[in-house]
């Protein structure tokens, strides 16, 4: 069985850094796209950046420049690293990942459980 895990979150001031993982495990063939995710209070879930298994990005508008995606396809984990963090960045941040593991022929979307980011003003 998949299981996707982040971990990194935590409280930060204002123009801090932090940096999240996102580890896969199990039975894993292969990854597709990695994808970070945010979901702050009475919001809704919005796409943060994207990796394709080729080494692809792309970024919402709000964090081009502070944020940077990266993956480390031998380990299956996925980064995320945040500089220069504002307030508006608190949320909590899921990971999601289109696995295909041994028991399928065509990759799933699997969820994390997501890591809490607060950003202090």
């Known amino acids: 069985q998949v299981q996707l895990a982040e971990s990194g979150g935590g409280l930060v001031q204002a123009g801090g850094s932090l940096r999240l993982s996102c580890a896969a495990s199990g039975s894993i063939v292969s990854i597709d796209y990695m994808n970070w995710y945010r979901q702050a209070p009475g919001k809704q879930r919005e796409l943060v950046a994207g990796?394709?298994?080729?080494?692809?990005?792309n970024y919402v508008d709000s964090v081009k420049g502070r944020f940077t995606i990266s993956r480390d396809n031998a380990k299956n984990i996925a980064y995320l690293q945040m500089n220069s963090l504002k307030p508006e960045d608190t949320a909590v941040y899921y990971c999601?990942?289109?696995?295909?593991?041994?028991?399928?022929?065509?990759?799933?979307?699997?969820w994390g459980q997501g890591t809490q980011v607060t950003v202090s003003s």
């Open positions: 999601l990942a289109a696995i295909r593991d041994s028991g399928t022929l065509y990759s799933i979307n699997y």
């Open positions: 990796i394709t298994s080729g080494g692809s990005t």
